[in-house]
Structures are given as structure tokens and as C-alpha cells.
């Protein structure tokens, strides 16, 4: 194996870290909250922080990428990771955890969207960022899809902070690979990083999920209110000054560039669904079926098996295919996978254990064939010097879908819990789920036919 080739494989690995983290929490969140006496929506904010503060602050992580040498700016994100994980596993209450939570979302905003930006300044020919992104695409998928199998594993064995404790000795394992693999990667440009922009970004995003998460509990009706006013008022203040500042979050160049918005677009609702049918099926598997945590994430084994699989094929798929193809593809196998594990849910015991685990290794299907596109469209629209952007917008996407997914399923459950059908409160976030499916294809179905070719950065820039 070639030396970019082991250093692509190691930025891959940061996404993978990334996701098993925000995955294996879903099959810990009963025992957690029976261990720390948490409440529904102190759950929802322990469950969705991560995901939250990686969306919020991604951005600017994408920016510090572009802005100072890539191998730098990842070892010390990955430093302060690794400190916050291990401060989850010691932490006391909820308030502490969602606290730590939120330590090792911000070293983590780093991760993802500079490691797709040193995979763009990796690679020598548009086939071989293709490659790149399948493996990314792998990546993501298997840290998705096998996050439920090491949580719910840990979790029965050893007590909810082992999995804490395991996530701290991973970011060190990749700490070692990250020295040892990848090349310095100096900055390709100068541009000044707009921290009131970033700003903005990250008030519209916190509060709509704080909205989502807070609008059916009992906090006061004024603080609901606020959440509201500022997620509207944030996001048309950003978009406003992003149009006039001279530090723009998004470039000028593709702030008008379809080929970099609609991936984006296509992606919130994808790991939307992802995020709600793990979070929803971890809760219905363990406190309506009685599933332990280790056999719940072994029944998430499937998914990720399947989700592997479809992030090769799209990888091999996407130049011959094309990425509207493949993501109508990807929508449909979400659709039909949840509609599965929907109609399992009323059946038998073991009925309804096989039917949800055929249903999430479909949805693994969807998602896994998804992300490929996703990556290789929003990358490829961005220039070299600001790949990190490109990096950037497509996890910020990826993890605004999940926080709401997380946040939508708790809602929904809550409020289908206090109506006059609870017994079908949980059908509530599957028809949810196939809300998803059917808006990735009606976004997907604008996509390019076939993907435009990047001007892919060469080893020396």
C-alpha cells in the first residue's frame, strides 16, 4: 500500500472515530439514564450534544484547515477529542456528561471536514478521489452502522463509561497513525476567518435543535419562544451577512453553486433518518421488547455490514451510475427498509426481531450508497485552496441531520406517548423516516446526470 493511500486511510479513520461515537451513545442511553436518574429530554440533550456542537462549530474547523497546516490543526483537534471522552467516562450527572459531550464535539469539529481537505490535496486524479471518498464513505458507514454493536456490547458488559473509556483509547490509536502517516499538508491560501459568520452558524443550528428537543417539555413557554425567534433570526442574519461581509463562511464562488448546495441538502435528511431509526429502535428494542443492550447492538450488525457494502458499491457505481441514480437508489432502500421495520413492531417477539433487523440492514443500504455522492459532489464543487469548506459543509450537514433526527425522535415518541393511541407512538418517527426518503429523492432527482470531473489539487500544492 502506497504512502497516500495509508494517509487517506488514516483521515478516513477520523470520520470513523467520529461516528462510532455518536452511534454506540444511542444503545447506552437507557442505562444511562436509569444510572443517572436522567429525564426524557435531559436524555435527548446527552444524546444529541455531540452531533450538535459538530455541526455548529464544523465550519470553523474546515476554515482552520484551510487557514494552517491540516496535520496540526488534526492533532490538536483530536488531543482535546480524546481528553473529553475520557471526562465522559468519569462524569458524575447529566449536567457534566452533556458537558463532556460537548468538550469532545469541539476537537472533533476538525476531524471530518480537514481530513475530506487533506484526501483533496491527497489525491493525484479524479479516479483516485473517487477512491477516496469510497473509502470515506466505508468509513462513515461502518462507524454509523457498527456504533450500535460496541455500545450495546460495552455497555452490558462492563457499564455504560467503558464505552467512554474505549472511545479515549481509540482517539489515541489514531493519534499514533495521524503522526506517523500523514504527510504535512501546509495551507494552500491566506483567507481570514470570519468568526461573526461562524457565529451566527452556530446560534440558528443550536436552537433549532434546542427547539426541537425542548418544545414538548416542561420548560416555560418564554424560553421555547426564545429557541424559536433565535433559530429564525440567527439563520436570516447569517444568510444576510455571509452575502456582505468579506469573510464569508461560504465562498463567493460557490455560494450560487447548485452542485454545492443540493448534496447538502440531500444529506440532512439522510442521516436525519439514520439518527432517528437508531436512537427510536434502540428505545423500542430494549424498553418495549426487553432486548439487552449487547443483543440490540448485535442485532445493528446487519446495518453495518450493509452499509459497508453499499459505500463500496456507490464508490464503484458513481462514474458509471451517476449520483442522481445512486442517491434515488439510496431513498428508496431508506423508504423500504423502515417500512419493514415498521410492520415487524406489532408482530411476535422473535417476528418482530427479525423483521426490524432486515429493516435496519436495508436502511444501511440507503444510507452507505448515499454518502458517496454526497462527499464527491460538494468536494468536487469547491477550488483546492478551499476544500476544507467543501469538508466542512458536508459534515456540518451530516451532523445537523443526525442532532435532529435524535431530537425529532425523542419528539415524536413524546408527544405520540401522550395521545390517545400510545400503543402506536412509535409508528409516529417511522412515517417520519419515510418523510426523509421521499425528500432526499425529490432533491436527488436534480442532480447531475453524471458527475463534472474536479480539478483535483496535485501531491506538491
Not at 487517506?8 to 451513545?25: E, K, S, W
Not at 447506552?28 to 435527548?44: E, K, N, Y
Not at 448515499?370 to 458536508?394: D, E, K, Q, R
Request: charged letters at 5%.
Amino acid at each position: 500500500m502506497n504512502s497516500a493511500r495509508k494517509a487517506a486511510m488514516t483521515c478516513a479513520l477520523g470520520t470513523l472515530t467520529i461516528n462510532l461515537n455518536i452511534t454506540a451513545l444511542s444503545l447506552a442511553v437507557p442505562s444511562i439514564r436509569q444510572d443517572l436518574g436522567l429525564s426524557t429530554t435531559a436524555m435527548a440533550w446527552v444524546a444529541s450534544s455531540y452531533a450538535l456542537i459538530l455541526a455548529a462549530l464544523v465550519m470553523l474547523g474546515g476554515s482552520l484547515g484551510d487557514r494552517f497546516n491540516k496535520k496540526t490543526v488534526l492533532t490538536a483537534g483530536l488531543i482535546i477529542y480524546t481528553l473529553g471522552s475520557a471526562w465522559g467516562a468519569v462524569s458524575p450527572n447529566g449536567v457534566v456528561l452533556t458537558l463532556s459531550r460537548i468538550a469532545a464535539a469541539v476537537g472533533a469539529a476538525v476531524l471530518v471536514p480537514v481530513g475530506l481537505a487533506a484526501m483533496r490535496q491527497i489525491a493525484k486524479s479524479p479516479a483516485e478521489l473517487a477512491t477516496y471518498m469510497a473509502t470515506w464513505a466505508v468509513a462513515v458507514g461502518a462507524g454509523q452502522a457498527l456504533g450500535p454493536a460496541l455500545g450495546g456490547i460495552l455497555t452490558a458488559l462492563a457499564g455504560w463509561r467503558a464505552l467512554f473509556w474505549a472511545m479515549t483509547g481509540l482517539g489515541l490509536v489514531f493519534l499514533v497513525l495521524l503522526t506517523r502517516y500523514l504527510p504535512q499538508l501546509p495551507t494552500t491560501q491566506s483567507r481570514p476567518i470570519g468568526l461573526g459568520s461562524q457565529a451566527l452558524v452556530a446560534l440558528w443550528m443550536i436552537t433549532l435543535t434546542g427547539f426541537l428537543i425542548e418544545v414538548n417539555s416542561g420548560a416555560s413557554v418564554w424560553l421555547k419562544l426564545a429557541l424559536l425567534v433565535s433559530f429564525v433570526g440567527g439563520l436570516a442574519l447569517w444568510l444576510w451577512w455571509d452575502r456582505r461581509t468579506a469573510k464569508p463562511v461560504i465562498p463567493a464562488q460557490v455560494r450560487r453553486s447548485a452542485a454545492f448546495w443540493l448534496p447538502l441538502a440531500v444529506s440532512v435528511p439522510n442521516m436525519a433518518a439514520l439518527g432517528m431509526s437508531l436512537f427510536v429502535g434502540s428505545l423500542y428494542l430494549q424498553d418495549h421488547l426487553a432486548v439487552s443492550p449487547a443483543l440490540t447492538g448485535l442485532l445493528f450488525v446487519p446495518m453495518a455490514l450493509t452499509t459497508g457494502l453499499a459505500g463500496s458499491w456507490s464508490g464503484r457505481s458513481l462514474l458509471h451510475w451517476g449520483p442522481r441514480r445512486v442517491t434515488l437508489a439510496a431513498a428508496g432502500a431508506t423508504v423500504l427498509g423502515v417500512i419493514l421495520a415498521g410492520a415487524a413492531g406489532g408482530q411476535p417477539r422473535l417476528a418482530a426481531l427479525i423483521g426490524i433487523t432486515v429493516g435496519a440492514a436495508v436502511i444501511g443500504l440507503g444510507f452507505g450508497s448515499a454518502n458517496t455522492p454526497i462527499n464527491y459532489l460538494v468536494v468536487s464543487a469547491v477550488p483546492p485552496a478551499a476544500a476544507g469548506v467543501g469538508g466542512s459543509a458536508a459534515s456540518a450537514s451530516r451532523q445537523l441531520g443526525q442532532a435532529i433526527g435524535i431530537s425529532l425522535g425523542a419528539l415524536l415518541i413524546s408527544l405520540g406517548q401522550a395521545s390517545h393511541h400510545s400503543n402506536l407512538a412509535y409508528l409516529w418517527p417511522v412515517a417520519a423516516v419515510i418523510a426523509c426518503g421521499g425528500l432526499m429523492a425529490a432533491l436527488a432527482s436534480t442532480y447531475p446526470g453524471q458527475p463534472t470531473l474536479p480539478e483535483v489539487a496535485t501531491s506538491d500544492e
